[in-house]
């Protein structure tokens, strides 16, 4: 299995939702990462996970709640979003965090209403 | 945090073409990244060069690396119209920080 499994694939939220998004890779890789990515724009990195603990919090507001429950899996909790908060968050995972590709899922689209 | 500019924005090509894209950072890296991205959906990697490398080959695909002109440089022989697409560099750390730059829009024309 050389795919990272992200779920859903499009979700639709109210601002007062509470919602989780799921990802999944069973290649044995000790990295997980989240990224969110607006339209016609790079991906923003927001988390990363090595080891199943968090290494790396790039400054994100809490509404946002990582969790990584085992090496295979990697959830992102939302909570109390805003509409700017619409975007495509894609989830990879690597080998190690220095030296190694990454493996993206194919994301999930987030709209906020 | 975007650490990378991408040069040119866009390119159109003929199908047989060579594509050059060109990235330039600012701070120190690890490694440099270059992905592809078809649609916005999930990105693919494409290759990996190490900071005390200078050139790499993969298929198809050449890239370079100049760290005293933090710059790097994709080159895509013999363009096919399957290889409309993004394309991102992304600069690597040993921390795990992989920062995208702004990325080039290629079209192939067949």
């Known amino acids: 299995d050389t795919e990272v499994t992200q779920t859903p694939k499009h979700l639709v939220m109210g601002m007062t939702n509470k919602k989780s998004l799921k990802c999944e890779q069973h290649?044995?890789?000790?990295?997980m990462y989240w990224y969110k990515q607006k339209a016609k724009k790079p991906p923003e990195l927001m988390f990363v996970?090595?080891?199943?603990?968090?290494?790396i919090n790039e400054s994100v507001p809490s509404r946002f709640s990582p969790e990584c429950p085992n090496s295979s899996l990697l959830n992102l909790h939302l909570h109390a979003l805003q509409p700017e908060d619409s975007a495509l968050y894609l989830c990879a995972s690597s080998q190690g965090v220095a030296n190694y590709g990454y493996t993206f899922g194919s994301g999930t689209r987030l709209t906020v209403v | 945090s975007q650490q990378g500019e991408e040069d040119p924005q866009a390119l159109s090509i003929q199908e047989g073409e060579n594509a050059t894209m060109n990235c330039s950072y600012k701070t120190s890296i690890n490694n440099l990244q270059w992905y592809r991205q078809n649609s916005g959906r999930g990105l693919v990697h494409l290759i990996l060069?190490?900071?005390?490398?200078r050139e790499k080959h993969s298929g198809r695909l050449r890239v370079t690396l100049d760290t005293s002109k933090k710059s790097s440089s994709l080159l895509i022989t013999a363009s096919r119209a399957a290889d409309t697409a993004s394309y991102f560099c992304a600069t690597g750390s040993n921390t795990g920080k992989l920062i995208f730059g702004q990325g080039t829009t290629l079209q192939v024309k067949p």
């Open positions: 996970y090595s080891y199943e603990k968090l290494s």
């Open positions: 060069i190490r900071s005390n490398e």
């Open positions: 290649m044995g890789h000790r990295a």
